[in-house]
Every structure is written in C-alpha cells, then in structure tokens.
C-alpha cells in the first residue's frame, strides 16, 4: 500500500453526438487512454472516469442505437485500458456499458489495479424508470476491493442517492469511495456536493466525485434531447473537507494527495462505526 495516494479525477465531455455511434466510442477511449498517460506524468496513481466515459448519456433518450455499443468483459477496448494501466502502473475505474453473459445491460466500471489485471466489476444496483427499458438493475453485489492504491469502493450513478450503497462499502472497510456519475444541471448543486461529503463523515473514508461536463444532443427517431451535465467533480477527506474542486463547465482532471497515515489517525480518534448498534436496524430491510 502507498503511504501518501496521489488520486485523480477526470472529468469528461463527450464528443460531437451526431456522428456513427462506433467512431464517437472509439475517440472517447483513445481520449481517455490520454488522460491516463497525462495524468501519470503529474504523478496520479488512481485514476476515475465518470460513469459510462465512453458514451453520451443515451439511457432513457430516443435514439437506441448506443446500445449496440456495449461491450462484455474481455472485449479488446477494455483490455487497451487495462494494457495502458499497466504499462503507466496506475490503478483506473473505467466505466462502461456491460454487455453480461446473458445478454443483460448494465451500466458497469471495470476496476483495474496497477499491474493492469482486472480485480472486478462494479454494477449500478439502483435504475430509474426511465432507464430501465435500456440497463438493468445489479445484483446486490457491492465489493470493496483491495488495490496496491488502498481499499476502494465504487457507487455508481443513482447510487450516489441511495445511503445503503455507501455504508455497504465504508463496513467493508473501504479508505476511498469512489461515485462516477451522469449528473446533470438539474441536480441542485447543495446536494450533489453535500451527500459524498456525508459519506465521507459517517464511515471515516475519503470520497471522489466524478462528473461529466458539457451539453449532449441526441437525436433519433424518438425526438431530440439536450442534457447539460454539471461538472464540479470534488474530492474530500474523512471529515467532509474539500481537497480539489473542478469547474462547473470544463473538462479538467483533478488531483489530490491523501496520506494514509493521517485517515488511520482519524479512524483512531473517531471509529467512524464504533457506536453502530445493527440489532436496532432491522426496520431499515423491507
């Protein structure tokens, strides 16, 4: 484990929408793989990309053809990633559209360690209604896992809103959470900023938000839809406090250093789950 993590945030725009899905994919990856190498050279050792990078925000729109864009595990774009990651030895969380074995989509992240091996994949468990006619709930797995960065989790999307998600991870003694995201203007900015920053506070964890920035116009035979996303992506320590901040209307990646003895000391002091009684929650699984 690194004794003080440089981690990274890369907050994205997707590029012009109108063009053949399959050549739009294939910029995003080719931009992102820069952003990896980039962000090596200032000294990032975790790198995070907001939810579904690769892709405008199609989920719920009227053009379906994105969907044919989804890819499964060992596709060969997922393994350019991990080949970059390991070449630049940094630990990446890539999301993307997964195409499962049975054929089911869901808006997933690949976590990749500093070797380039694929630990595992994060699932989005929570899908608005809007969204369900193209993604699928997960399962109810929410892994932790173990990098040569630290323990880190990952919430996805809509799971930012659902507490359950975070409190799963910070019990399974994760150091950094981790929410990709999709969140758009109409998200008030109070929340999008206040609830990781809870997170942070009640499980003694460092958080990072990473958003996706500009406005996206899909076209298709379903109508158009113009969705401005917020940008903003942030990290902060165990006690809520901001370290970085990005602009609300650029792409920009972010940087902080996290020292892993200074959150040991804080979880000392404070046991972020000392007083948790589990016997008195039972109402809390209906």
């Not at 990646?253 to 040991?264: F, N, V, W």
Request: glycine fraction near 10%.
């Amino acid at each position: 484990m690194l004794s003080i993590l440089r981690i990274g945030l890369a907050q994205t725009a997707c590029p012009d929408q109108d063009r053949d899905p399959a050549e739009v994919v294939e910029q995003s990856l080719a931009s992102q793989l820069d952003l990896i190498e980039q962000a090596v050279r200032v000294g990032v050792q975790l790198l995070c990309f907001p939810e579904l990078c690769c892709l405008p925000w199609f989920l719920g729109g009227p053009d379906p053809r994105w969907l044919q864009q989804a890819w499964p595990v060992d596709h060969p774009a997922l393994k350019r990633v991990q080949r970059t990651a390991g070449i630049h030895r940094c630990v990446v969380i890539f999301p993307f559209l997964e195409r499962s074995a049975s054929g089911a989509l869901h808006s997933s992240a690949a976590v990749i360690d500093s070797d380039g091996s694929l630990l595992g994949l994060v699932r989005r468990q929570h899908v608005l209604p809007a969204e369900g006619d193209h993604i699928v709930q997960g399962e109810g797995v929410m892994p932790v896992f173990g990098t040569t960065a630290g323990r880190i989790g990952v919430a996805l999307g809509h799971d930012l809103h659902l507490p359950e998600v975070a409190r799963c991870l910070g019990l399974q003694g994760a150091e950094l959470i981790l929410f990709p995201t999709a969140s758009s203007t109409d998200t008030p900015r109070i929340l999008w900023e206040a609830e990781p920053l809870v997170v942070a506070a009640q499980n003694g964890c460092w958080v990072g938000a990473c958003n996706r920035v500009g406005t996206e116009t899909l076209r298709g035979p379903g109508g158009a839809r113009v969705t401005t996303f917020g940008g903003g992506s942030y990290f902060a320590d165990a006690r809520g406090r901001f370290l970085a901040r990005a602009s609300r209307d650029q792409p920009a990646t972010i940087r902080a250093d996290l020292p892993h003895s200074r959150l040991q000391g804080e979880r000392d002091r404070d046991p972020p789950h000392a007083l948790r009684r589990p016997g008195i929650y039972r109402s809390l699984v209906v």
